[in-house]
């Protein structure tokens, strides 16, 4: 079981770094008061383990019973396998702008200003700022630069495991997709619809394959997609991106679309990208 606790002062980047986490595959649980830490892990230590990647956020939101949670972590890492204590830092400065920027009220700041909130939360969190394995200051990065050093550390494939695509196959006489990213009309194609023998088929028929991949000017847009697409996805990527939905429509949903978005999730798949395939509209008429 790997486990990730994820600590730090307000304002350094714990949104973002579970979010980053739950996008790469892990049971995250957020706010979580450390006397339940100990609960978890009897928990975990009896269960059958298929939830084996945890990400937990423990902060000053915890109040008095903070002072009680590197015994409680401590504890937890003695179950876990593989357990990091992260902590984000980040300077006064940087905090402070950020504050301003958010117009967020800092979690310490009752009794004074954000400034005295953030130096009062330093020294709560002395303690577990010491104990921790890796301690990363956000103050001169983005949240793009941030996900992608977490998905570096805690990402089994940090290329791809934070990346999946669907491609869908759709009928443009139903409406576009409203959740694509990407959209690509292949109805100026030789359809098989015309064909009295094909017609009753679907673009997953030997038959109507067959057809559709057979034409010259098929085959070119075809290899232009594949282009295009080894092009954008590794900047969707490099953008932040988790997820990639594209298009792919014919006239009617049933014949050229599914063929194009078999070959393009082949295509996707042999690159090793996480890649599935939704033939929406196949059914449909």
């Known amino acids: 079981m790997r486990v990730v606790v994820i600590t730090g002062l307000s304002g350094a980047g714990k949104s973002e770094a579970i979010k980053s986490l739950e996008d790469i595959g892990y049971f995250c649980i957020d706010n979580l008061p450390p ?23 423990v902060d000053v939101r915890a109040g008095a019973s ?3 949670a ?13 357990f990091t204590i992260l902590f984000l830092d980040a300077s006064d400065e940087t905090l402070l702008r ?18 005295e909130g953030i130096r009062r939360e330093r020294q709560l969190l ?34 791809f495991d934070t990346f999946s695509i669907t491609v869908v ?27 009295e023998s094909l017609k009753p088929m679907q673009g997953t028929d030997p038959e109507v394959r067959e ?20 092009f954008l996805v590794p900047n969707y990527i490099e953008e932040g991106r988790s997820h990639l939905i ?11 679309s599914v063929v194009l978005a078999e070959e393009i999730v082949s295509h996707l798949t042999h690159l090793g990208y996480s890649a599935g395939l939704e033939h929406r509209d196949m059914s449909a008429n």
Do not use: M
């Open 98 to 115: 950020r504050f301003k920027e958010t117009r967020r009220r800092h979690p310490l700041g009752s009794e004074g200003g954000i400034l």
């Open 211 to 230: 057809y559709v991949l057979k034409w010259p000017v098929t085959k070119e847009y075809i290899e232009r997609l594949k282009d295009l697409l080894e």
């Open 66 to 68: 903070l002072s009680d």
């Open 169 to 195: 196959s759709f009928g443009f006489k139903y409406g576009i997709p409203l959740d694509a990213d990407l959209v690509f009309d292949c109805r100026f194609l030789p359809n098989p619809y015309w064909v």
């Open 126 to 159: 002395a303690a577990i700022k010491s104990a921790s394995d890796q301690v990363i200051d956000t103050s001169g990065i983005t949240s793009r630069q941030l996900r992608n050093r977490l998905v570096e550390l805690f990402s089994e494939d940090a290329r």
């Open 35 to 57: 006397e339940l830490i100990r609960k978890l892990a009897e928990l975990f230590s009896q269960s059958d383990r298929t939830v084996n990647r945890i990400a937990l956020v």
């Open 246 to 256: 594209i298009g792919i429509g014919c006239t009617g949903g049933r014949h050229r």
């Open 70 to 82: 590197l015994a409680d972590l401590e504890e937890l890492r003695r179950i876990a396998a593989d």
